[in-house]
């Protein structure tokens, strides 16, 4: 059964502060995707991040950093430097390979406050 | 860049009654998406469409649920008679799905539909 779990469900930095949101995912395939998505207040989803299993090497998009684990099962994500703006709920999210139309299993969020 | 767009943005029904959500997905993607999103919620999965027909749906998906693709642009989701509970946040998307493997492409995901049962 596939699984994603968000341990941390609000956190809250002071502007400028380096923070970091885990994901752990659980899955029997071997081929799956893994995902990150941010969602402001105005409730739209903004997809960040596609990563394939086969990909472990990590990402950095400008602030955003991303650290993929297998051995652990973990996909933490990174927020150098953050800014107000960053303040949203952010999901991790999972999708197997297999079949024709594969689902995304979303976690349950972390909903980051970033202070000024 | 092109976009799934939803409408309309914002829906509100009576209980009891039916409502349809409407979704144009990308041009050339083959694969549809309804998720659903309770207020302060995870996104959650409801139905995956493919080739005209359902592929996949969660149990959240029941008798009351239906889709169609009733002409070759519009992604539909029918709730027959609403309750409260279906209050949330509707999430279209879609996929190109090269190879019959939709993972394979990145899911595109509209704005959302927000949906209040009074």
């Known amino acids: 059964a596939q699984k994603v779990t968000q341990a941390q469900t609000e956190i809250s930095v002071v502007e400028k502060e380096d923070v970091t949101l885990d994901c752990v995912y659980e899955t029997r395939d071997t081929t799956y995707y893994l995902f990150w998505y941010k969602q402001p207040p105005s409730g739209e989803l903004v997809f960040l991040i596609r990563?394939?299993?086969?990909?472990?090497q990590n990402e950095i998009s400008g602030r955003y950093s991303w650290n993929f684990q297998k051995s652990t099962s973990s996909f933490n994500f990174t927020i150098t430097a953050s800014q107000v703006v960053d303040s949203a709920v952010y999901f991790c999210?999972?999708?197997?390979?297999?079949?024709?139309?594969?689902?995304?299993?979303f976690g349950s969020g972390t909903r980051l406050s970033i202070r000024p | 860049e092109p976009e799934v767009t939803q409408t309309p943005s914002h829906q509100v029904t009576q209980m009891g009654q039916e409502v349809i959500l409407r979704c144009v997905p990308i041009?050339?993607?083959?694969?549809f998406y309804w998720y659903r999103q309770i207020l302060g919620q995870k996104v959650e999965f409801l139905v995956s469409f493919y080739n005209n027909e359902i592929s996949e749906k969660s149990e959240i998906f029941d008798d009351q649920f239906s889709v169609e693709r009733p002409d070759g642009s519009n992604f539909t989701l029918k709730i027959r008679s609403t309750k409260l509970e279906d209050s949330a946040m509707y999430f279209c998307?879609?996929?190109?799905?090269?190879?019959?493997?939709?993972?394979?492409?990145?899911?595109?995901f509209g704005d959302g539909t927000r949906l209040s049962i009074l």
């Open positions: 998307a879609s996929s190109e799905g090269a190879g019959g493997k939709s993972s394979n492409q990145p899911q595109h």
């Open positions: 999210a999972l999708s197997e390979a297999g079949g024709s139309a594969s689902k995304i299993i």
């Open positions: 990563r394939n299993s086969f990909d472990e």
């Open positions: 041009s050339n993607h083959l694969y």
